[in-house]
């Protein structure tokens, strides 16, 4: 099959080593985790009696070093009689080969032992000798002694291991496990399948002391399938504690994920550097200032990882500030290392969304990563779609990929949803929970809408719909949760149905239809959408967008989730959620709901569904008569297949803007972009009332009408007021509209209709000082303007009194100005030479906001202005008035100069 779906690396050295650990000390005997050890227990009645409370470890019972017989010739081993006699423990394999495992190819024109990264095969097997189709199944036989001590015990066998791509397992003749394999399939026979960790566990009465017989039937996926593979990693029971291993290391895995107040908090997570680590503590500071130190909480252990990792959730931290950290305790501390926390006052940043990694995590992962991180090295964090790994109980999968992550997830926060496969070998996440801390938000009753009205009640189906609710909304912590981030709500949900972990472990009875355990995936799914519901009509942010697995329209061959597409889709679009971003298909696809459609090419005004995949693992595309998203009233807009990609996502205060790159690609690879570029590109544009569009690359983004309606002024100053010369005289106007209205005072020679606008005036009143005949030569309006609709108020004439004979003439004054100094959050400086002495008045109007300072001059001499600090966030050009007034009012006319300078940042 293609690039099989359960890929697995070795298993843990220590599942080996601890094999050969056991053989040393006692061979086939029973031995106590003190003989393991190597600690002889003091000879008093004390020690003996802890002894004997300590627990017993076997051997195990087969391992990756037991040789194995095996028939590979695509001959069936029992034609005639019973199928399974080849299984039984008489059966004569002496002309069978032997070896060791694994046992598998990779067909590259011929048999190569590379199965997959880290996967290497012992023993080639052969796969078409024939240069034909396939070998369909491979039989493999081992004997394996079990000791009457360990049977007495009746502790079950464990049975772990890798096969692809499906597998029928007998014990002395009896099946114990099947996987992928029909009920009635021959012993030869292709069956359509995917690889996967076979991890279960065999009853101990199907053991009897002395020789038993293991048998494995393999099966092929189909006659062209480019790879096989078995491997038995342990048979047996519980395996004894490692051996105590060095000093503490210094932490690892140290992640960053977010917080419910990502302005003012953040949250750690890392890995201890020894098994017996207790305590862990985060310590970080602002520049070279006191070092703060928080305690953090043990999470447990992952998964076959002995270590211990702890989390700890800092808070009172300042918005938009940079600190260093480091993570461990007084043995052991990570390096220093730097994150910053949300502005509330940005509403620009970039983020990268990636499907999933999966396959490859030692090789096309680390490179997909540094790729990202060179298109987008100042983003605030990344989302992640599932499936971060292939086998969540294989820790050294866990390694690489933080290995792959190791700068970016200890400095900008990881928003990650669960997969599939981190439920693979870990039913009940423990690795996913160990390694990440994710915001206490998740669903409950009171989240839920009217869904939890079913859990009211004294019935049978009311009890049981509060035990589903009450152990989802605990099981759900760190699989589903929200983080407002500058503007942005990023939602995290669970599209992963496992009955594992779905089911309480104290269920209430009930019987008949209406109890809830008749249809829990389905419940499931309709509890999220409710929580959904609930968190989208409450969202401040002006963006949301969502993170999951499995996507609502299936993109890849084979695929389709119609429970997620029913109660999920008409909650995005009633709330028409901006990004829904997933994974799982191991293709590209991004579309939308036609019911979007605008009737314009290129441009529609809905959520935008994307799949994408970050990993080696490729599927095929749906054909278009099963193409899912089609067939659903959907649309693929872009679609392709064997790539690896990623996004970056661009936002800023009215849009979103998504480019997907091109990471690496397969010889069949459905594009000729080169590896870095771009693959996919669209706009989302939305206005503040939340009207949007979405256009692709190059498309003209079409303009919104303004829906605001035109303000009132509804009083005003008297279209003719009077006033005596020198003193101050004050027009207004009162007016409302919906939104928040802004003002201008214009001005036009009396007679005439050339309204021109009165620099700095922009408030309610207009302000006319040192009344004088010029001021009468001109009428005054202010327009007041809400969005784009703008009213007038009704012109006003002003009459000057008391104005004296006309004297002598007088001689015009000068200002002229230099220098000025305009920087975003710095105080501004402007430089002024008056031609005769006096006081001048300095404004600075710059984004709404306006300085002004007045200070006195003498004659020819320079002086500069300061005034008070730029607004922070302040951009583009600022106005500079410079008004002299003479100190020899007598003699000297007044004069002002105005400038506009560009403000630098």
């Known amino acids: 099959m293609k690039n099989t779906l359960g890929r697995m690396g070795p298993r843990r050295i220590s599942l080996a080593s601890m094999a050969v650990a056991v053989a040393a000390v006692g061979c086939l005997n029973p031995i106590t985790a003190g003989s393991v050890a190597n600690a002889a227990p003091a000879s008093t009645p004390a020690a003996e009696q802890a002894a004997a409370a300590e627990p017993t470890y076997f051997a195990p019972l087969a391992d990756s070093e037991t040789t194995w017989r095996y028939l590979a010739t695509g001959v069936d081993p029992s034609p005639t009689g019973d199928p399974n006699a080849w299984a039984q423990p008489g059966y004569d394999d002496s002309a069978w080969p032997s070896g060791k495992g694994g046992f598998g190819a990779k067909w590259a024109d011929v048999e190569t032992p590379n199965f997959d990264s880290g996967m290497v095969a012992r023993t080639v097997l052969p796969m078409r000798p024939g240069g034909g189709d396939n070998i369909p199944t491979y039989f493999f036989r081992a004997d394996v002694q079990v000791t009457p001590e360990h049977l007495a015990t009746g502790e079950d066998i464990r049975f772990d291991g890798y096969v692809d791509d499906g597998a029928v397992i007998f014990v002395n003749g009896v099946e114990v496990q099947r996987h992928n394999v029909e009920a009635g399939t021959p012993n030869v026979a292709y ?3 995917f690889g996967a960790e076979l991890a279960f566990t065999i009853p101990a009465e199907r053991f009897r002391a002395g020789a038993n017989t293991i048998a494995v039937r393999l099966h092929q996926d189909r006659a062209s399938s480019s790879d096989i593979w078995f491997s038995l990693d342990h048979l047996g029971g519980e395996l004894p504690p490692p051996p105590a291993g060095p000093e503490v290391g210094a932490p ?10 990502p302005e003012t908090s953040q949250s750690f997570t890392w890995l201890a550097g020894a098994p017996d680590v207790s305590t862990g503590k985060v310590q970080l500071r602002v520049g070279d200032g006191a070092v703060r130190t928080v305690n953090a909480a043990s999470q447990g252990t992952a998964v076959n990882q002995a270590n211990p990792h702890f989390s700890a959730t800092v808070r009172g931290l300042k918005p938009g500030t940079e600190y260093t950290y480091r993570v461990g305790n007084a043995d052991a501390w990570s390096e220093w290392k730097s994150f910053t926390t949300a502005d509330p006052d940005v509403d620009e940043f970039e983020y990268v969304y990636y499907g999933d990694a999966q396959i490859g995590l030692d090789s096309t992962w680390p490179s997909v990563v540094e790729l990202a991180q060179e298109k987008a090295p100042d983003s605030i964090g990344s989302v992640h779609a599932g499936d971060l790994i292939d086998t969540s109980s294989n820790d050294t999968q866990w390694s690489n990929w933080f290995k792959g992550m190791e700068e970016s997830a200890a400095t900008t926060n990881i928003f990650a949803a669960p997969g599939n496969h981190e439920y693979s070998g870990d039913r009940l996440l423990q690795s996913w929970k160990a390694h990440f801390e994710y915001p206490d938000n998740q669903p409950n009753t009171a989240t839920i809408g009217d869904l939890a009205q079913r859990a009211v009640g004294d019935t049978d ?7 589903y609710f009450d152990h989802w909304s605990n099981f759900a912590h760190e699989t589903v949760y929200y983080s407002d981030y500058q503007g942005v709500r990023f939602i995290t949900i669970n599209a992963t149905t496992d009955s594992t972990f779905l089911k309480p472990d104290n269920l209430p009875a009930c019987s008949g239809a209406d109890c809830p355990s008749a249809g829990v995936a389905a419940l499931w799914v309709e509890y999220q959408a409710a929580w959904l519901d609930h968190i989208l009509s409450d969202s401040p942010s002006k963006w949301n967008v969502v993170t999951f697995h499995q996507p609502v329209y299936s993109a890849s061959a084979g695929r389709n989730e119609p429970h997620l597409r029913n109660a999920w889709v008409p909650v995005f679009q009633k709330h028409n959620i901006d990004l ?17 459609r605008t009737g314009v090419d290129g441009v529609t005004d809905g959520p935008v569904y994307i799949v994408q995949n970050s990993g080696a693992k490729h599927y095929n595309l749906e054909t278009d008569a099963k193409n899912v998203w089609t067939n659903n009233g959907a649309t693929q807009v872009r679609k392709g297949e064997d790539f690896s990609s990623f996004a970056v996502v661009k936002v800023t205060d009215d849009q979103l803007h998504y480019t997907s790159y091109i990471a690496e690609r397969t010889a069949s690879a459905t594009t000729d972009v080169p590896v870095g570029g771009v693959w996919d590109e669209f706009v989302v544009t939305k206005h503040d009332d939340g009207r949007k569009v979405v256009t692709e690359a190059g498309a003209p983004i079409p303009e919104f009408e303004d829906l605001t309606p035109a ?3 509804v009083e005003q100053s008297p279209t003719s007021i009077e006033g005596r010369a020198g003193d101050t005289l004050t027009l207004s106007v009162t007016a409302r509209g919906e939104g928040p209205l802004s003002y201008q005072w214009q001005r036009t020679p009396v007679g005439k209709d ?8 922009d408030k309610s009143t207009l302000v006319l000082e040192d009344l004088r005949a010029g001021t009468a030569r001109f009428a005054y309006r202010v327009a007041v303007t809400a969005g784009t609709r703008t009213v007038h108020s009704a012109p006003i004439s002003v009459r000057v009194t008391g104005l004296p004979a006309a004297p002598d003439r007088k001689v015009a004054s000068k200002v002229s100005v230099g220098k000025t100094v305009a920087r975003a959050n710095r105080r501004a400086a402007v430089v002024v030479r008056p031609s005769v002495s006096g006081k001048v008045r300095v404004s600075v109007r710059v984004a709404g906001k306006t300085l002004t300072r007045t200070v006195t001059v003498r004659q020819g001499r320079k002086a500069t202005v300061r005034l008070g600090k730029l607004p922070r966030r302040a951009n583009g050009l600022a106005v500079v008035t410079v008004r002299l007034t003479p100190k020899d009012t007598q003699r000297y006319v007044a004069s002002s100069k105005v400038k506009v300078v560009r403000v630098k940042r």
């Open 191 to 193: 069956q359509t399948g």
């Open 252 to 261: 690892s895995r140290v992640i960053l994920t977010p917080t419910d107040a």
């Open 461 to 467: 189906v009311a009890r049981q719909y509060q035990a």
């Open 580 to 596: 829904v971003q997933m994974g799982h298909d191991h293709v590209y696809a991004r579309g939308y709901n036609n019911d979007d």
């Open 711 to 713: 303000p009132e002024i």
């Open 754 to 761: 050339a309204w021109t606008d009165i620099v700095n005036q």
